[in-house]
Nanobody
């Protein structure tokens, strides 16, 4: 079982940047596909970015180029670098770890607010 704790959210102006971190414990993230999802009130949780255990990445629609996911297996941490932020990026961002054998796990989420 893996526990996930997100950090790095906050209030940022449009055009600004943030880096989210997801620190894992209890198991190595090397066994999991790691991802970031986001959710706004009343809407479903959508994929932001995902990185496989082999390092391949994929991104939600129109996010590639502004957002970058990376993983540091040695630090057991996944990052999401977010640039050129827009008000529509405002959401709660969740870290996810998934393995067909070990299960599907979520963090508690971190709020990102893009506003002037």
């Amino acid at each position: 079982q893996v526990q996930l704790v997100e950090s790095g959210g906050g209030l940022v102006q449009p055009g600004g940047s943030l880096r989210l971190s997801c620190a894992a414990s209890g198991s190595s993230i090397s066994f999991y596909y790691m991802g970031w999802y986001r959710q706004t009130p009343g809407k479903q949780r959508d994929l932001v970015a995902r990185v496989t255990s082999g390092g391949s990445t994929n991104y939600g629609d129109s996010l590639k180029g502004r957002f970058t996911i990376s993983r540091d297996n040695a630090k057991n941490t996944v990052y999401l670098e977010m640039n050129s932020l827009k008000p529509e990026d405002t959401a709660v961002y969740y870290c996810n770890a998934v393995s067909g054998i070990l299960g599907n796990y979520w963090g508690q989420g971190t709020q990102v607010t893009v506003s002037s």
